[in-house]
């Protein structure tokens, strides 16, 4: 709409907004948080359709006049670190819940066609995992040790190998998203299709079973964190292809910062992952139940961190969530401009 249009509509609005700040130190916490989480969604239509405009100079400094109020009081945390954990990452997946559904169904889809296709042609698992690697564990099978694999490698340089690679994954999966998701979507579809090549290249000689207890100590956290890392690069590509009402640079910031903070949050994770490969995985003679116990535990550990929690402490609309968001999208504010 033309800018006088939106100034009328609008106007009055503002002049409430401004009274209520003189009379700040007597309303409610809940009333000026409202205030100014509608400031910000004015402030960003004004900054895209009408950024030189002397009504986007008075939106951003009445918004900053409430940031600064909100925020004034706000002591530095001095558990930052645990707060990330405890806090950001939750918050920031379950602000971007549909791209981790959106990376799960990618690569459960592509399972699905690694499985049918290795099904309708053996050969089909020597393209994807290469004839070294298939060429190896038929030796191993031979030998009665399908999952021998493991066992050669010292501990620790598995270790570091692995941790190393499980690293650049996520990254790479984060980055491919600077290709408006394209990118991510087809890393997320590679992986996928060689776990189901890889896994039923072990079913076609009734080896599920057996491979289910082994692999999948470590797989299930390395797994799980891949698709979530997938998630990290469709909130960047997507941050890309629908901006909303942001200007897409703005937005491609925002979705970098929030993918990027999805991608630390597996860190930990992987390396986990990389130590019971290095070091558990290898026992292929462990008992079922410790294997089952190990890999139930990683499986609810995903689903409680990454999707439980993040449900439950932020998906019931509290006030505080959406005010971070809102500060995050259009901050920092030029506070230099003059009221009009």
């Given at each position: 709409?033309?800018e006088?249009?939106?100034?009328r509509?609008?106007a009055d609005?503002?002049?409430k907004?401004?009274?209520?700040?003189?009379q700040?130190?007597?309303?409610?916490?809940d009333?000026?948080a409202?205030?100014?989480?509608?400031?910000?969604?004015?402030l960003?239509?004004?900054k895209?359709?009408y950024?030189?405009?002397?009504?986007?100079?008075?939106?951003?400094?009445?918004?900053?006049k409430?940031?600064?109020?909100?925020?004034k009081n706000?002591?530095?945390?001095?558990?930052?670190?645990?707060?990330?954990w405890?806090?950001?990452v939750?918050?920031v997946?379950?602000?971007?819940?549909y791209?981790?559904?959106l990376?799960?169904?990618?690569?459960?889809?592509?399972?699905?066609?690694g499985?049918?296709?290795?099904?309708q042609?053996e050969?089909?698992?020597?393209?994807?995992?290469?004839?070294?690697?298939?060429?190896m564990?038929?030796?191993?099978?031979?030998?009665?040790?399908?999952?021998?694999?493991?066992?050669?490698a010292?501990?620790w340089?598995?270790?570091f190998?692995?941790a190393?690679?499980n690293?650049?994954v996520?990254?790479?999966a984060?980055?491919?998203?600077?290709?408006?998701?394209?990118?991510?979507g087809?890393?997320?579809f590679?992986?996928?299709?060689?776990?189901?090549?890889?896994?039923?290249?072990?079913?076609?000689?009734?080896l599920?079973?057996?491979?289910?207890?082994?692999?999948w100590i470590?797989?299930?956290?390395?797994?799980?964190?891949i698709?979530?890392?997938g998630?990290?690069g469709?909130?960047?590509?997507?941050?890309?292809?629908?901006?909303?009402?942001?200007?897409?640079?703005t937005s491609?910031?925002?979705g970098a910062?929030?993918g990027?903070?999805?991608?630390?949050?597996?860190v930990?994770i992987?390396?986990?992952a990389?130590f019971l490969?290095g070091?558990?995985?290898?026992?292929?003679?462990m008992?079922?139940f410790l294997s089952?116990?190990?890999?139930?535990?990683?499986?609810t550990?995903?689903?409680?961190?990454f999707?439980?929690?993040?449900?439950?402490r932020?998906g019931?609309?509290?006030?505080?969530?959406r005010?971070k968001?809102?500060?995050?999208?259009f901050?920092?504010?030029?506070?230099?401009?003059t009221?009009?």
């Amino acid at each position: 709409m033309r800018e006088v249009v939106f100034l009328r509509q609008n106007a009055d609005k503002w002049k409430k907004y401004e009274q209520l700040f003189e009379q700040k130190d007597h309303s409610s916490a809940d009333e000026l948080a409202e205030v100014y989480l509608a400031l910000t969604d004015d402030l960003a239509y004004s900054k895209t359709y009408y950024p030189n405009s002397k009504t986007t100079d008075f939106l951003n400094v009445l918004t900053g006049k409430y940031h600064q109020f909100i925020y004034k009081n706000k002591r530095e945390d001095r558990n930052r670190l645990l707060r990330f954990w405890v806090d950001e990452v939750p918050e920031v997946m379950y602000r971007n819940r549909y791209n981790l559904l959106l990376a799960f169904v990618v690569f459960m889809l592509a399972v699905g066609i690694g499985v049918v296709s290795v099904l309708q042609d053996e050969r089909f698992v020597r393209l994807i995992l290469g004839d070294d690697y298939v060429n190896m564990t038929l030796d191993n099978i031979a030998r009665g040790d399908p999952m021998g694999v493991y066992k050669f490698a010292n501990e620790w340089d598995m270790f570091f190998r692995i941790a190393y690679n499980n690293v650049m994954v996520a990254l790479r999966a984060f980055a491919f998203g600077l290709l408006i998701s394209f990118g991510t979507g087809m890393f997320m579809f590679y992986n996928g299709v060689m776990l189901g090549s890889f896994l039923t290249f072990f079913a076609l000689r009734n080896l599920l079973w057996e491979s289910t207890l082994v692999i999948w100590i470590h797989g299930t956290l390395e797994i799980s964190v891949i698709v979530v890392a997938g998630s990290a690069g469709f909130v960047l590509g997507n941050s890309i292809l629908f901006p909303g009402t942001l200007p897409r640079g703005t937005s491609l910031v925002k979705g970098a910062k929030e993918g990027m903070k999805i991608v630390i949050g597996t860190v930990p994770i992987f390396i986990v992952a990389a130590f019971l490969e290095g070091f558990v995985t290898r026992h292929t003679e462990m008992p079922a139940f410790l294997s089952l116990f190990i890999i139930g535990s990683s499986a609810t550990f995903i689903l409680w961190y990454f999707v439980w929690y993040p449900y439950h402490r932020f998906g019931k609309g509290h006030l505080i969530e959406r005010i971070k968001h809102s500060a995050t999208q259009f901050l920092p504010l030029h506070h230099s401009k003059t009221n009009t």
